[in-house]
């Protein structure tokens, strides 16, 4: 069974960066993709970002440039950089386990962790 554990999330002022971390657990983490979801009150969960196994990136539009999904095999651990972070980017974070990542997207599975609240003050 995968499990996620998600932590790095926070208040923060607009203009300034958090880094959220994502741990796996049962499985062979440098063999899957990953995923990050966010969900803003009232809004649908959507995907931020993802890696595939061999760290290509794609990123959704309204955080390129800002955001950085990077991940590190030896410690079973996905982060996400957010940088010049924006009101708008107020949301729940959740990483995405052992989705499909196939020419450029990401098709999420039923992996999911607990989520990180990220909140930004303007």
């Known amino acids: 069974q995968v499990q996620l554990v998600e932590s790095g999330g926070g208040l923060v002022q607009a203009g300034g960066s958090l880094r959220l971390s994502c741990a796996a657990s049962?499985?062979?983490?440098?063999?899957?993709?990953m995923g990050w979801y966010r969900q803003a009150p009232g809004k649908q969960r959507e995907l931020v970002a993802s890696?595939?196994?061999?760290?290509?990136?794609n990123y959704a539009d309204s955080v390129k440039g800002r955001f950085t999904i990077s991940r590190d095999n030896t410690a079973d651990t996905v982060y996400l950089q957010m940088n010049s972070l924006k009101p708008e980017d107020t949301a729940v974070y959740y990483c995405?386990?052992?989705?499909?990542?196939?020419?450029?997207?990401?098709?999420?599975?039923?992996?999911w962790g607990q989520g990180t609240q990220v909140t930004v003050s303007s």
């Open positions: 995405n386990a052992g989705g499909t990542y196939w020419l450029g997207s990401y098709y999420q599975s039923n992996y």
């Open positions: 049962g499985t062979t983490f440098s063999n899957i993709a």
């Open positions: 890696i595939s196994t061999r760290s290509s990136t």
